[in-house]
C-alpha cells in the first residue's frame, strides 16, 4: 500500500520545496524493523537551513502510553540546500573505512569507522585488551563528536588512561573510577588553553571488562548493547533533553529545552566538552546544564554473553539494538571476522542519498567486542548459532519506554493528497485534532510479521503535562 504524498505548507516557515510523508501512530518500537524518529530533530534542521522562524512541536518518544507519537518522513523535493541533520553534507559520500582488529583467547575485536555524507569526520573510538598498568582489564569506546573532532579526538586518547590512573580505581572502585575519569578529564579540557575555547563536543561510551564484570559508562546518545544467547541488552540508555529527569537538571542550572534541545541548540544533555553549557558558577559539574557525569550500569560477565556492540548514532538512528544484534550474530555464526561484520553494517547504514532527513547521513563508527572466553573459534561460532533465548525485547524498548502499540478504533482512512498546516498549541490540553495519519511507504515501516505499511486513522493527539515539552499540531484543512 503506497500513500500519495503529503504536502505540507506553513505559514511559520517556508517549507514549500519539501515534500512530507506524515504519519502518527502509537508504534510497537520492539516490532518495527525500521525506527522513524526523525520529527522534531531532521525537521527543526531542515526549517533552520531554509531561513525559516521555527514552529513548536509536540511529540516525543518518551510521552505517555496516551499520546500518539508524530513522525515524519521527508524527501527533498526540489534541489535547493544541501543542509540537513547538525551538518552539511557532501554530494557524494566518502565510504573509505578505517578498520582495525585485534585478538587474544577471551577477546576478538573488530572496529571500522566512516565519514560517510559528511563534510568532516568527528568520530573517535578506542580498543585495548589491557589498560594501562592493568593487564587484567580491558576497554573499548565509542566518541561521536560535534561541532569539531577537538574533544572526540582528545577523549579518545586520554580517557581510558584518565580512568586507570584514578586512585579509586586501583582501589577497586571500577564504577566510581568511571565517573571520576570523565569528571576530570572534562575539567581538565575546560581549563586546557588551547581547549577551553574550543566549541566542539563529544558522546562517550565506554565499556571495562574486569573480573568477570561488565562496567559501562555513557553520556550522550552514543550506545553499547550486548548481545546474550541472541537477545539485545543494553548497557548504556540514551541522554536526551526531553527526558524528565535531564529538563529537570537543565532548568535549575539555569537553560531550558525547546525543539527538544538544550537552549534550542544541543541535542543532548550530557556530553563532554560543550563547555559554553557549562559556565553556572553556582552549580556543580554534575548540576550543569549540559553535564559530563555519566550514567554507569554494571553486570555480571556470563557465559551466555556472546558479544557487544558500541556504536556511535549514526548506527542506531538507522537500526534498532535488536537488529544490529542479529545483523552480527547471523555473521559470527557463519564464521565471519568481526572487522568485516562491522564494514558491513557500516554500508548497511549508510544512506544512498541524503535526502531521508538525515538517517543513514552521519558520521558512522562501530567497535564488536566477540567474548571468546577461551573458546575454539568453532566452539565461539557454535555458541553464536544456538536459537536465541525468548526474547523481552529490552533493547528495542530503551527509547520508547511505556509505548505500546493500539489500533485505532476508527476505520482506516486513506486521504490521496492534503495540505498540512502547522498550527502552535498554546497551553496544556490545547491541542488540535487530527484527521489523518499513514505509514507511506517509503517510510520502510514493517512489522516483524512483514505486513505492508498500514494506514489508520487517529482522533486526536495528546499533548504532555511538561509546560517545558515543545509542541506540534497538524490539521488536514
Given at each position: 500500500m503506497q500513500s500519495s504524498p503529503i504536502s505540507l505548507e506553513s505559514r511559520f516557515c517556508p517549507l514549500q520545496s519539501y515534500v512530507f510523508e506524515v504519519f502518527s501512530v502509537r508504534w510497537d518500537f520492539r516490532s518495527l524493523q525500521h525506527k522513524m524518529r526523525l520529527l522534531c530533530d531532521q525537521l527543526t534542521?531542515?526549517?533552520?537551513?531554509?531561513?525559516?522562524?521555527?514552529?513548536?512541536?509536540?511529540?516525543?518518544?518518551?510521552?505517555?502510553?496516551?499520546?500518539?507519537?508524530?513522525?515524519?518522513?521527508?524527501?527533498?523535493?526540489?534541489?535547493?540546500?544541501?543542509?540537513?541533520?547538525?551538518?552539511?553534507?557532501?554530494?557524494?559520500?566518502?565510504?573509505?573505512?578505517?578498520?582495525?582488529?585485534?585478538?587474544?583467547?577471551?577477546?576478538?575485536?573488530?572496529?571500522?569507522?566512516?565519514?560517510?555524507?559528511?563534510?568532516?569526520?568527528?568520530?573517535?573510538?578506542?580498543?585495548?585488551?589491557?589498560?594501562?598498568?592493568?593487564?587484567?582489564?580491558?576497554?573499548?569506546?565509542?566518541?561521536?563528536?560535534?561541532?569539531?573532532?577537538?574533544?572526540?579526538?582528545?577523549?579518545?586518547?586520554?580517557?581510558?588512561?584518565?580512568?586507570?590512573?584514578?586512585?579509586?580505581?586501583?582501589?577497586?572502585?571500577?564504577?566510581?573510577?568511571?565517573?571520576?575519569?570523565?569528571?576530570?578529564?572534562?575539567?581538565?579540557?575546560?581549563?586546557?588553553?588551547?581547549?577551553?575555547?574550543?566549541?566542539?563536543?563529544?558522546?562517550?561510551?565506554?565499556?571495562?571488562?574486569?573480573?568477570?564484570?561488565?562496567?559501562?559508562?555513557?553520556?550522550?546518545?552514543?550506545?553499547?548493547?550486548?548481545?546474550?544467547?541472541?537477545?539485545?541488552?543494553?548497557?548504556?540508555?540514551?541522554?536526551?533533553?526531553?527526558?524528565?529527569?535531564?529538563?529537570?537538571?537543565?532548568?535549575?542550572?539555569?537553560?531550558?529545552?525547546?525543539?527538544?534541545?538544550?537552549?534550542?541548540?544541543?541535542?543532548?544533555?550530557?556530553?563532554?566538552?560543550?563547555?559554553?553549557?557549562?559556565?553556572?558558577?553556582?552549580?556543580?559539574?554534575?548540576?550543569?546544564?549540559?553535564?559530563?557525569?555519566?550514567?554507569?550500569?554494571?553486570?555480571?560477565?556470563?557465559?551466555?554473553?556472546?558479544?557487544?556492540?558500541?556504536?556511535?548514532?549514526?548506527?542506531?538512528?538507522?537500526?534498532?539494538?535488536?537488529?544490529?544484534?542479529?545483523f552480527c550474530r547471523d555473521r559470527l555464526a557463519v564464521g565471519r571476522e568481526p572487522e568485516t561484520i562491522c564494514e558491513e553494517l557500516l554500508s548497511r547504514c549508510l544512506a544512498p542519498d541524503c535526502q531521508m532527513g538525515g538517517l543513514g547521513c552521519d558520521n558512522m563508527t562501530v567497535v564488536l567486542v566477540c567474548l571468546l572466553q577461551d573458546d575454539s573459534p568453532e566452539a565461539y561460532q557454535a555458541r553464536c548459532s544456538r536459537k536465541p533465548a525468548e526474547s523481552t525485547a529490552a533493547g528495542d524498548a530503551q527509547n520508547a519506554e511505556s509505548e505500546t502499540f493500539v489500533t485505532p478504533e476508527a476505520s482506516p482512512v486513506r486521504i490521496e493528497a492534503a495540505t498540512v498546516d502547522f498550527l502552535k498549541s498554546a497551553g496544556e490540553g490545547n491541542v488540535t485534532k487530527m484527521a489523518v495519519v499513514s505509514a507511506a511507504k517509503s517510510a520502510s515501516v514493517e512489522n516483524d510479521d512483514e505486513e505492508p505499511p498500514r494506514e489508520f486513522t487517529v482522533n486526536e493527539v495528546e499533548g504532555t503535562n511538561d509546560e517545558q515539552s515543545p509542541r506540534l499540531s497538524f490539521v488536514v484543512l
Amino acid at each position: 500500500m503506497q500513500s500519495s504524498p503529503i504536502s505540507l505548507e506553513s505559514r511559520f516557515c517556508p517549507l514549500q520545496s519539501y515534500v512530507f510523508e506524515v504519519f502518527s501512530v502509537r508504534w510497537d518500537f520492539r516490532s518495527l524493523q525500521h525506527k522513524m524518529r526523525l520529527l522534531c530533530d531532521q525537521l527543526t534542521d531542515r526549517i533552520r537551513d531554509r531561513g525559516g522562524t521555527l514552529p513548536t512541536f509536540v511529540g516525543s518518544t518518551r510521552e505517555s502510553t496516551h499520546t500518539a507519537q508524530l513522525y515524519a518522513v521527508c524527501r527533498k523535493h526540489s534541489p535547493t540546500t544541501s543542509r540537513i541533520g547538525m551538518g552539511q553534507t557532501l554530494s557524494e559520500p566518502v565510504t573509505t573505512k578505517e578498520t582495525a582488529s585485534c585478538a587474544n583467547s577471551f577477546y576478538k575485536i573488530g572496529s571500522s569507522c566512516m565519514q560517510g555524507w559528511r563534510i568532516n569526520m568527528e568520530d573517535a573510538h578506542t580498543h585495548l585488551l589491557a589498560v594501562p598498568d592493568d593487564n587484567k582489564a580491558a576497554f573499548f569506546a565509542v566518541y561521536d563528536g560535534h561541532g569539531g573532532s577537538k574533544v572526540s579526538q582528545y577523549a579518545g586518547t586520554h580517557l581510558h588512561k584518565t580512568i586507570a590512573t584514578n586512585s579509586l580505581y586501583s582501589e577497586g572502585k571500577i564504577e566510581e573510577a568511571i565517573k571520576e575519569g570523565f569528571l576530570s578529564l572534562d575539567e581538565k579540557m575546560k581549563h586546557d588553553e588551547e581547549m577551553r575555547e574550543d566549541m566542539s563536543g563529544t558522546t562517550a561510551v565506554v565499556v571495562i571488562i574486569k573480573n568477570k564484570k561488565i562496567y559501562c559508562g555513557n553520556v550522550g546518545d552514543s550506545r553499547a548493547v550486548a548481545c546474550v544467547s541472541g537477545v539485545a541488552d543494553p548497557l548504556s540508555f540514551d541522554h536526551k533533553p526531553a527526558n524528565e529527569s535531564e529538563a529537570r537538571r537543565i532548568v535549575a542550572a539555569g537553560g531550558w529545552v525547546e525543539f527538544n534541545r538544550v537552549n534550542g541548540n544541543l541535542a543532548l544533555s550530557r556530553a563532554l566538552g560543550d563547555f559554553a553549557f557549562k559556565k553556572n558558577e553556582h552549580k556543580s559539574a554534575e548540576e550543569q546544564i549540559v553535564t559530563a557525569c555519566p550514567d554507569v550500569t554494571v553486570c555480571d560477565l556470563t557465559y551466555d554473553h556472546e558479544f557487544i556492540v558500541l556504536a556511535c548514532d549514526g548506527i542506531w538512528d538507522v537500526m534498532s539494538n535488536q537488529e544490529v544484534v542479529d545483523f552480527c550474530r547471523d555473521r559470527l555464526a557463519v564464521g565471519r571476522e568481526p572487522e568485516t561484520i562491522c564494514e558491513e553494517l557500516l554500508s548497511r547504514c549508510l544512506a544512498p542519498d541524503c535526502q531521508m532527513g538525515g538517517l543513514g547521513c552521519d558520521n558512522m563508527t562501530v567497535v564488536l567486542v566477540c567474548l571468546l572466553q577461551d573458546d575454539s573459534p568453532e566452539a565461539y561460532q557454535a555458541r553464536c548459532s544456538r536459537k536465541p533465548a525468548e526474547s523481552t525485547a529490552a533493547g528495542d524498548a530503551q527509547n520508547a519506554e511505556s509505548e505500546t502499540f493500539v489500533t485505532p478504533e476508527a476505520s482506516p482512512v486513506r486521504i490521496e493528497a492534503a495540505t498540512v498546516d502547522f498550527l502552535k498549541s498554546a497551553g496544556e490540553g490545547n491541542v488540535t485534532k487530527m484527521a489523518v495519519v499513514s505509514a507511506a511507504k517509503s517510510a520502510s515501516v514493517e512489522n516483524d510479521d512483514e505486513e505492508p505499511p498500514r494506514e489508520f486513522t487517529v482522533n486526536e493527539v495528546e499533548g504532555t503535562n511538561d509546560e517545558q515539552s515543545p509542541r506540534l499540531s497538524f490539521v488536514v484543512l
